[in-house]
């Protein structure tokens, strides 16, 4: 598995998390701010933007801390403690060769 398969796997639980945020929660800003995050991770993932693994990781970094504080908060496995560890496993994923 490569590091763009592994984004592609990522940015589709994102954007499915955003999803069932407002079918769910009627929380239209988790359906937003998962596309906000959804569209430049794409792009780092069909290699249009310059510097795509530094800028698709930073992302990440910034995820993974944003989901860990919420989970730190709440205590809840769903959605926080999930994009938390799903959030790890795309970085670690990204970066070990296959």
Do not use: E
Not at 27 to 43: D, E, G, N, T
Not at 61 to 90: C, D, E, Y
Request: aromatic share 12%; charged share 10%.
């Amino acid at each position: 598995m490569n590091p763009t398969t592994v984004l592609w796997i990522y940015i589709a639980f994102l954007v499915l998390g955003g999803l069932m945020g407002f079918l769910k929660a009627k929380s239209k800003m988790s359906l937003i701010m998962s596309l906000v995050f959804a569209v430049p991770l794409a792009l780092c993932a069909l290699d249009i933007l310059k510097s795509p693994t530094w800028l698709a990781d930073g992302l990440l970094i910034f995820l993974l801390i944003f989901f860990g504080l919420r989970f730190a908060k709440s205590k809840k496995i769903m959605p926080n403690g999930l994009m938390t560890m799903l959030s790890v496993l795309a970085l670690v994923l990204r970066q070990v060769k296959f």
